[in-house]
């Protein structure tokens, strides 16, 4: 138990997984675990130990790179995959103001 009463495990746990519409969990899953396979980030090793335990496949990349403050880019199968925060798609130009509205309803509850 840490000094706030919250009892903590020591380690990060995938908690929630909101998608866009048109997405399917354990397809986004995979692409996103098997990407943050190459990471060594503490909240990669959640997210990919989250999928070996629903027991998705994660796939071979063939590339990846750290982008350090903004996140991981690979190249999986023919999908280019960008695991970040809003500063990466923003530097990319790649829209995400849809994804908004679903961030500010888990603010709220």
Same mark, same amino acid.
């Given at each position: 138990?840490? &000094? !706030? @009463?919250?009892?903590? +495990?020591?380690? #990060?746990?995938?908690?929630?997984?909101?998608? $866009?519409? @048109?997405?399917?969990?354990?397809?986004?899953?995979?692409?996103?675990?098997?990407?943050?396979?190459?990471?060594?980030? #503490?909240?990669?090793?959640?997210?990919?130990?989250?999928? &070996?335990?629903?027991?998705? &496949?994660?796939? +071979? *990349?063939?590339?990846?790179?750290?982008? !350090?403050?903004? @996140?991981?880019?690979?190249?999986?199968?023919?999908?280019?995959?960008?695991?970040?925060?809003?500063?990466?798609?923003? &530097?990319?130009?790649? $829209?995400?103001?849809?994804?908004?509205? *679903?961030?500010?309803?888990? *603010?709220?509850?």
């Amino acid at each position: 138990m840490d &000094k !706030t @009463g919250t009892i903590t +495990e020591g380690r #990060p746990m995938l908690t929630d997984f909101i998608l $866009a519409d @048109g997405f399917e969990r354990q397809e986004v899953l995979a692409a996103v675990a098997s990407v943050e396979n190459y990471s060594d980030h #503490p909240i990669a090793r959640a997210v990919t130990n989250a999928a &070996k335990a629903e027991g998705l &496949k994660l796939s +071979e *990349a063939t590339s990846f790179e750290s982008l !350090t403050g903004y @996140g991981v880019r690979a190249t999986i199968g023919d999908k280019e995959i960008l695991v970040c925060g809003d500063k990466l798609l923003i &530097k990319e130009g790649i $829209a995400f103001e849809n994804l908004l509205e *679903a961030e500010r309803n888990i *603010a709220i509850g």
